[in-house]
């Protein structure tokens, strides 16, 4: 008689490291010149490092972006929040690269924007959820335990 049996060993930790979002919008984002809130653009980035996304001014990032990051960028998303509006964005596998998180918003006045955040992320074995809020000029990432 012969035994034949298959053992597999799952090791999570050996897994890449996904991320969630949640991204909400406050009823007062971006105003334009009347003082209404519009939609706003976001970017979010996959970074090796965050030395060049931290460095870059508004106008690099939105000239271009990966010139501005060089071999710092791994991948990007792209996202649209309306006032008011929540969004859920299904689990991103992210690449063995991805060091850092960054977000970007396209804010209408940058000069009075806090426009960017980045968090720290492993590589492997870890689920996050980030919650990006939009509330008035200000993009807020937080990393959601």
Known sequence: MFLVGCSSKYD???EPSTITLSMVATDTINPNN???????????????????FMSASY????????????????????YVLLPGQFKFIDPIKLDE???YIGVMAFFADPEQSDWKKVVKVKTLGREYHLLVL??????????VE
């Open 59 to 78: 106008d690099q990032l939105l000239d271009d972006y990966k010139k501005a990051l060089k071999s710092n960028y791994v991948d990007d998303y792209d």
């Open 134 to 143: 939009l509330n008035h000029n200000e993009v807020i990432l937080e990393r």
């Open 97 to 99: 690269d991805t060091r």
């Open 34 to 52: 009347n003082g209404d809130a519009s939609p706003v653009e976001l970017k979010v980035f996959e970074l090796e490092d965050d030395s060049m």
């Open 12 to 14: 999570p930790a050996s």
